[in-house]
């Protein structure tokens, strides 16, 4: 992904995120806290109920694991319980993720 603008991308997430995840540890919504997502495995954050689909994605959160599946959550993680339809423009993406590199 391109450099990203964290600014840009916590505006971004409480728009579009934040009404199903918390940037705070230990709090989750409707999906799972995103603190400390970046470089954490799927589906491992204890305390959150995850789907069989997201159980069985095995991935890392990486930045360009992220970055693909931002793009189209349903077409990257199949069955996904994530309504959210994706989000297209690649730098909005990529300040998003630097936002979420933040989140540790």
Not at 17 to 30: F, L, R, T
Not at 40 to 68: C, F, I
Request: proline letters at 11%.
């Amino acid at each position: 992904p391109p450099p990203g603008d964290a600014e840009a991308g916590k505006a971004l997430f409480n728009r579009q995120c934040a009404v199903c995840h918390s940037p705070q540890a230990g709090q989750n919504k409707v999906g799972p806290s995103l603190h400390g997502v970046v470089g954490r495995h799927s589906a491992s954050l204890p305390g959150y109920n995850y789907s069989p689909a997201m159980k069985q994605a095995d991935r890392v959160w990486t930045p360009e694991v992220l970055d693909h599946y931002l793009t189209d959550p349903r077409a990257s993680v199949p069955g996904t319980r994530m309504i959210y339809a994706g989000l297209k423009d690649p730098k909005q993406r990529a300040d998003l993720i630097a936002y979420l590199e933040t989140l540790k």
